[in-house]
């Protein structure tokens, strides 16, 4: 292994807290009749959380929020997609633009409590840190470019992943195209790459390419989701096991 390639959210940072707050302030202002106003943040959370594994971006928290409010829980990826395909494309384009712009607006406004909401997974960086002679490591993600920045330069990451390792929304929203570009950057071939994500759906889009594909089993997903991406031969791996899943030792 050449290079090691992260998702932000789900891998390196728990950003779930945060992007339910966000989404669900953006909801509510473009749906105001909506039911959800009168229901328990806690139980939308959950259900919230449940969703999050079968979607790609900010467009799928709108899709979420709205299956949560139509009652329509899908039980897997092909009957989210079939959801997902029901609700209103322009809505949903609508939804994404304020969701950033709210996400954005309150990072500026008042960026410590920002970043206080979203945290490092514990033992990620100290993981890290011990192999980081073994990898060049980068970062492959749908996260916009200043909040990815705000976050690494906030809890001391950024010397792990130079500039040019970085990835993020504005190369477009498929993983697939992420790694491309890093394997073009680091001039290395995709046999010697590895990916870690915590959706089984953007390990499904850069298998092809030949590149190793690891679950991270602590992020936003299940035994649902540990049980497919192991049966697609995927490596599933716990942060207390991420030395030996992805290095070959503890």
């Not at 949903?92 to 709210?102: G, H, I, K, S, T």
Request: some cysteine; glycine content about 6%; overall charge neutral.
């Amino acid at each position: 292994m050449r290079v090691l390639a992260l998702d932000f959210d789900g891998v390196l940072f728990d950003s779930a807290r945060e992007s339910f707050a966000v989404a669900i302030r953006t909801y509510r202002e473009l749906r105001p009749g909506s039911a959800l106003a009168a229901r328990d943040e806690r139980e939308l959370y959950h259900g919230f959380l449940a969703l999050m594994p079968l979607g790609n971006g900010a467009q799928d928290y709108g899709v979420a929020l709205a299956l949560l409010d139509q009652g329509r829980v899908p039980a897997d990826q092909q009957a989210y997609d079939r959801l997902r395909a029901d609700q209103d494309a322009a809505w949903l384009e609508q939804y994404r633009r304020r969701f950033y712009e709210a996400r954005r607006a309150w990072a500026d406004r008042a960026p410590r409590e920002w970043c206080a909401s979203i945290l490092p997974y514990p033992g990620i960086a100290d993981a890290l840190r011990r192999r980081r002679d073994r990898a060049a490591y980068a970062i492959a993600t749908s996260k916009d470019r200043h909040s990815v920045d705000l976050l690494l330069e906030a809890y001391r990451l950024a010397d792990l992943f130079p500039a040019e390792r970085i990835v993020d929304r504005a190369a477009g929203p498929d993983k697939r195209i992420h790694l491309e570009c890093l394997r073009e950057r680091l001039a290395c071939r995709y046999e010697e790459m590895t990916f870690v994500d915590d959706k089984v759906n953007h390990l499904d889009s850069v298998a092809p390419l030949g590149v190793r594909c690891a679950l991270a089993a602590w992020g936003y997903n299940g035994p649902r989701e540990h049980d497919l991406a192991a049966a697609r031969g995927y490596v599933v791996c716990t942060l207390e096991g991420l030395d030996a899943a992805l290095f070959g030792h503890g």
